[in-house]
């Protein structure tokens, strides 16, 4: 399985994408995120006898509990991969039916119709999506779409020059919270949001604020971080009135797929279980936009969830100075 140039077309393709077969590379991956591993066999379906040895025992776990029949994507497949060790690319390939593996991310670029970037680390996203970028490749983005306000401004212009790309998330798909996002009139008004999180602000932040963004919608004021690096405090502020609190830990795992919401007249507390669901949804709606040009959510609440990841960050350097996300102009 070896990267090489074919005959595929490398005319500027048209976006949206339509009803084509979709030929789709993936790049991957960073520490503790196994995204190429799960993405991939998403679309392509999975060889178990090597997906259960692959690094990230949760990912087997969920798989291996789905029907047959919610497997794959209709009309669209990961055919490319790219890791920086190719090792780890290969055992991706290896787990998830990936036909080719390229040496050099650019080696995608005439290959595939749209590209997935895996990895979450923030600052490390503009370089990875330039090559795609000025080819006119659409992409799906790993969370958080960037970590700092000159990334944020990159991507930003990205868009308004008419590039093509979206970032989210999973937890915004959360089969539990769904329901909530619609309505959640039974409480009263929302008045409090607790979310917490586990492992580190900078790349899981982000889940925990997209979890929480479409049950108030636009319109958050400040964050505060009055916590450390590794025991993140976050306090948030909506125009809504809502109050909403992340504590975010490095180990705490027991965190991760609880949400407690308090209004005027009453108040739950939602577990989320069904990761799969999440990602499943997810990726179908990235191949959703790939063919119609229908965004899953305007990129403005990208932007706004984005400031929001910066002011956690600069809160904390800064001594947990309550931070305005209108601090950042774009």
Known sequence: MVGRKGDYNMTKKKFPLG???LKIGIIGMTEGNGHPYSWSA???DYNPEYMKNCPFPAIPAYLDKQPKSTIGIPGARITHVYCNDRTDAED??????IPVIVDKPQDLIGEVDAVIVATDVGFEHVERCRPFIEADIPLFIDKPLADNEEDLRTFTRWHNEGHHFISSSSMRYSKELEPYYKNHYELGKLMYVCQPMCKKWETYGIHA???????LGPGFISIQNTGTYERNIIHITHESGCDVNIPLSAGMYGAFGITVLVGSTSSVVVRTQDSYYSFKKQLDKFVHWLRTGEEP????ETQELIKMVIGGIRSQEEEGRKFMLDEIKL
């Open 297 to 300: 959510h305007p990129f403005s």
């Open 42 to 44: 998403m679309f392509n």
């Open 92 to 97: 991706v390939a290896r787990c998830s039916n």
């Open 209 to 215: 604020l997209e979890a929480v963004y479409p049950l």
């Open 19 to 21: 009803d084509k077969e």
